[in-house]
């Protein structure tokens, strides 16, 4: 099989059409929405970013050297697919999009977005890809190496939603101290993985042995630096939730003060208490509201002075 040179490109018609829809649906998204200016500008920003790095991990000369010759590439490709689209492409949907979807619709989104059926996924997925015998398929087969990538997004944008949420149905999204527990549940399979390929002293991957060596870095030292990529994603993964529960958090403000429906439960709506029994009838008027108008203070009369009390001054 011939390799494609390093610095060509790629435009696999299956990941050029995923990265459309994707960018349509999000669009739609914004587009239907009634969010503020501000907040929409915002939007759009991540968008643009998420479409870019998606465009380089996909159709840059860095995909053609993550499928074709180093190992470690593709792990910084993963990275980023896995990491960082997919989060800037949920936080680029608006609080309401004022979607209808029928009711088993709903159920099974939200079934695909809990989070332990997220966490399975995302691995499951990471995991059942990065095996010998699949990877080697994947990386020889171009239609194979395009589902390999669009069931990794897919996979990682379930994981990522109840984190972001950016709507709700289909699930409620977690306070900030779960999210960072379920980001740690979530990456400790694959710190262990990334010990034991780092740690292999044999390829685990011979499609890369083959292959032409880049930048001087041999088969070995190309999969330690991958295996060590891997138990790094973790911390990554920490640092990214860190951020975007703080960006999040000032989304919710801004949608607040740009007029948006929902407040990320910053600004709560406090809904009146009845009084218990035997309140004073006082008390009750003050409570309804029925309060008695303050009298307004009468003007003041002018004293005339008595007739001739100029003179006896005088």
Do not use: C
Request: hydrophobic residues 50%.
């Amino acid at each position: 099989m011939e390799l494609a040179a390093p610095s060509s490109f790629n435009a696999d018609p299956i990941l050029i059409g995923v990265a459309l829809a994707s960018a349509a649906a999000v669009g739609w998204l914004l587009w239907r929405s009634r969010e503020g200016p501000r907040t929409k500008r915002r939007r759009k920003v991540a968008l643009g970013l998420a479409l870019v790095l998606l465009a380089a991990v996909w159709f840059s000369p860095v995909a053609v050297i993550a499928q074709h010759y180093l190992l470690s590439a593709h792990l910084l490709q993963v990275t980023i697919l896995m990491g960082v689209v997919p989060p800037l492409l949920l936080l680029a949907m608006p609080r309401d999009p004022r979607l209808h979807l029928p009711r088993g619709v709903r159920r099974g989104l939200r079934f695909l977005v809990h989070p332990l059926v997220a966490i399975v996924a995302v691995n499951a997925a990471f995991f059942g890809w990065h095996t010998t015998g699949a990877y080697s398929a994947a990386m020889q087969n171009d239609s194979l190496y395009a589902l390999e990538q669009a069931s990794l997004l897919l996979t990682s944008l379930a994981f990522w939603w109840p984190i972001i949420t950016p709507f709700s149905p289909p699930v409620r999204s977690m306070t900030p101290l779960g999210k960072v527990g379920y980001i740690v549940l979530a990456t400790i399979p694959q710190t262990f993985g990334g010990l034991v390929v780092a740690l292999a002293h044999h390829s685990l991957y011979p499609v890369y042995t083959t292959a032409p060596r880049l930048f001087g870095l041999d088969v070995l030292t190309d999969q330690q630096i991958a295996g060590a990529s891997i138990a790094i994603v973790s911390k990554i993964a920490l640092f990214a939730a860190f951020i975007v529960i703080f960006v999040h958090a000032l989304d919710s403000v801004a949608d607040a003060e740009d007029g948006g429906s929902g407040d990320g439960g910053i600004h709560p709506h406090i809904e009146p208490q009845p009084l218990p029994s035997g309140t004073p009838r006082w008390l009750l008027d003050v409570a309804r509201g029925r309060t008695v108008t303050e009298p307004r203070a009468r003007p003041r009369r002018r004293v005339r002075a008595p007739a001739g009390s100029e003179s006896r001054r005088e």
